[in-house]
Every structure is written in structure tokens, then in C-alpha cells.
């Protein structure tokens, strides 16, 4: 996979998730293997520039934390440029722009030739940041405002004039929030619409099968995974092996080492974090792990007042004691608590997707 100068090991992504995909996490998804790129949390331009403490956390890296891209975010092109020179100096593979719905105010005053203008005011910003960097720049957009404006093709056409390297599309319009399944429809119309770059599908991807779906029904050169890594951080190895061989998906990995992974990931949040602020951050993600634990109420319940990587490993050694009541002979889980097959939105039938959404995590979902 290449987009720019940059060739990646597979074409798979992992999206950016804004409280969630730091340095810790990121090193978690690597150390299992498959992605071909990782995305920082969104940054805000201005508070880059301004060299606040909480923008430079966000940027954190390490040699083991490549390739990366850091994601932008702001509205004045000075600014977004700065900080794409700033960034670019500190040696990342490349820059992605955050687009969330770049037509709002298009939409609200009635769109027309006022689209237009907003695109164009749009591809200038852009230019503004290709034309200062070497890296590639690439760009995250929704499908648009609503399912009448759909503008995700016309503006994926006018920056890939203006020089950037690939399109991230997560195919859900503004209107949607994380409701509905996913439009891959609407992830084709981008794919048709540029001429070479890359587009890469988001939305949705919880399992090997539902990336090859992906691929297949859109045309996409990649995919994008998003909540899908926090169910599941071997989806990469297991959606590339799957990809690659052809062969069945490999079967989800066992409970023992969902544990391992869980508790290497505490143990990085606290190598980057320092104990307290790390295991306090870890209250959230730890429960993304357990949702593939079977019955989890007792853990559930005690992780979410954890200070110390003690108090973590007392919560974990006194669920392992609780869930035996959950066990066969062999020491599995029995058939009845374990918990149903993953299935992508865009795999099941409407009706039932619209029933069984994938948890969206509290957030300022105007800007995802
Ligand atoms: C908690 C959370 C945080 C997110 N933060 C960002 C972000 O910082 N930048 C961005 O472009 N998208 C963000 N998104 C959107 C995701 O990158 C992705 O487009 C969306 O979740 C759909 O993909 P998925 O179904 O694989 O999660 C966020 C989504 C969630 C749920």
C-alpha cells in the first residue's frame, strides 16, 4: 500500500479514536501485528502551536510507534499549516486532516454554488498544508451532511487537486451520528470520484469479513478500524491473514490472552501516563475488553475505581475467582455465557441492524 512517498506494510488503518488512541494503545495494536498505519487522536492546531502540554501529550511517539500519522484539527490555514510544518519536523510519516463535516454551514444556508465556495475555501487550507510539507497529507470526511448531501465525492475530487495523498471516509453522513449502518454505496461513490489517490472505507468493522465486504462492494485500497480495535485488537493480524490466504477467519483469541493483552496495555498506560493518571484512564478501556469476556458484571464493577496497578491486578485475581461459576470441566466458558459472534451493521439485515448498534463512547461526535 502506498499513498505519497509512503509504503505501508498492509492497508489496513487504525482510526483515530480521541481519548483512546495514545501512545499505550497504538503500541498495544502493533505489538499483535497487521496494521499498516496508526492515527494519534484528533490535536487541535492552535494548541500546538501555542505548545500546550495536553497537544504535546498527544503527539507522544517512540521508535516502536511506526509509521504514525497525527491528525489536525482547526479552521484558520495559517494555523493548520504551522502546524503542519511543526509537525512534520518531528519526523511522523504523515499528516491527516480532520474534515469531520466540512459543509455545515453550506447546508444551512442552502447549499448551491455556496457549496462551492466552501469546498473551495476548503481545498485552499489544504493546499496551504501540501504545498508547506514534504509527508503526505490525507484527509477524514464523513459521506456528508444528510443523505441529500452527499458530498463526500466532490470534495475527495477538489483535494485530490490540491495534492492529497489519500481519502479516509467513515460512510455515515453528519445526520447519522453513529445510528443506521454503514453506506457503502456511498463509500463507492468517493472511490469513483478520484482519479489515483487512495480511499480508504471506515465504519463499521468489527470482524475480518466485514473488511473484506469492505473491499469488495466498495472498491476501497483500504480499510479503516476504528471501535473494531477496541473489541478486538488482533483484528489487524487476523483481517490481513484472512485477506492474504484466503482461508477461514482464525477464531478470536482465548480469554487467556485477552487477559495478557489487557494487562500489558494497563502497564503501558502506565510507563507513559505514571501510575495514577494511567490506571484511571484505563477505568474506560478496560471494560471494551471484557465485552468479550463473558459475564463481567464483578469486574466491571471494580475497575472503574482502580489507582494502582496492584488494585487492577486484585480486581483481575478476584473476577478470574468469581467467573469459575461459569465454567465447564475444561475450564471454558459454558456454551450458554459466552458472548454471540460479532456481526458488522452493514453484514445484517436493516431491521436488525438498526437494532444492535457497536457502543459509541460520549464525545464531541460533530468533529468524528
Ligand atoms: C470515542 C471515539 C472517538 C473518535 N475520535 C475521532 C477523532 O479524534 N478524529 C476522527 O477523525 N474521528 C474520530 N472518531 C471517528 C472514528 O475515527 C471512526 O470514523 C468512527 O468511529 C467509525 O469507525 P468505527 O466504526 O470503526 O469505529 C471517533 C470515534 C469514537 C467512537
Known amino acids: 500500500m502506498r499513498f505519497g512517498s509512503l509504503t505501508l506494510s498492509s492497508n489496513l488503518f487504525l482510526s483515530p479514536l480521541a481519548g483512546y488512541t495514545n501512545l499505550p494503545f497504538r503500541l498495544v495494536v502493533r505489538e499483535l501485528g497487521g496494521v499498516g498505519l496508526c492515527t494519534t487522536d484528533l490535536v487541535n492546531a492552535r494548541s500546538l502551536l501555542e505548545k500546550r502540554e495536553k497537544a504535546f501529550k498527544l503527539i507522544e511517539t517512540r521508535a516502536e510507534d511506526t509509521p504514525l500519522a497525527v491528525q489536525l484539527f482547526g479552521s484558520v490555514p495559517e494555523e493548520m499549516r504551522d502546524a503542519a510544518v511543526f509537525v512534520a519536523s518531528t519526523g511522523v510519516a504523515s ?47 464523513r459521506l456528508g451532511w444528510d443523505d441529500q448531501n452527499l458530498t463526500a465525492p466532490d470534495l475527495a475530487r477538489a483535494l485530490e487537486d490540491v495534492g492529497v495523498a489519500a481519502i479516509f471516509v467513515h460512510g455515515r453522513t453528519r445526520q447519522q451520528g453513529f445510528s443506521g449502518t454503514i453506506n457503502l454505496a456511498g463509500i463507492r461513490a468517493v472511490v469513483q470520484a478520484v482519479k489515483t489517490i487512495p480511499v480508504i472505507g471506515n465504519g463499521d ?58 494487562s500489558r496495555h494497563l502497564d503501558l498506560m502506565v510507563e507513559v501516563f505514571g501510575e495514577e493518571l494511567g490506571c484511571r484512564m484505563f477505568r474506560k478501556v478496560a471494560p471494551w475488553y471484557t465485552k468479550r469476556f463473558g459475564p463481567v458484571a464483578e469486574f466491571n464493577r471494580n475497575v472503574v475505581r482502580i489507582s494502582t496497578r496492584q488494585e487492577f491486578h486484585d480486581v483481575l485475581t478476584s473476577y478470574l475467582r468469581w467467573r469459575e461459576q461459569f465454567l465447564d470441566e475444561n475450564g471454558e466458558l459454558m456454551q450458554k455465557f459466552q458472548p454471540a459472534p460479532l456481526v458488522a451493521s452493514f453484514m445484517l439485515e436493516p431491521d436488525v441492524a438498526n437494532r444492535q448498534h457497536i457502543p459509541v463512547p460520549k464525545g464531541p461526535v460533530e468533529v468524528w
Open 95 to 141: 499528516i491527516d486532516i480532520n474534515m469531520g463535516c466540512p459543509v455545515r454551514k453550506v447546508v444551512n444556508v442552502g447549499g448551491g454554488s455556496a457549496m462551492m465556495t466552501e469546498l473551495g475555501k476548503t481545498a485552499a487550507l489544504v493546499k496551504g498544508m501540501v504545498d508547506a510539507v514534504k509527508i503526505p497529507i490525507t484527509a477524514k470526511m
Open 205 to 262: 468493522i468489527i470482524t475480518p469479513q466485514a473488511a473484506k465486504k469492505m473491499f469488495d462492494e466498495t472498491g476501497c485500497a483500504g480499510v479503516s478500524i476504528g471501535r473494531g480495535a477496541f473489541y478486538d485488537p488482533w483484528i489487524f493480524r487476523r483481517t490481513l491473514q484472512y485477506l492474504n490466504s484466503g482461508e477461514s477467519v482464525s477464531p478470536e483469541p482465548p480469554f487467556a490472552e485477552r487477559i495478557r493483552v489487557m
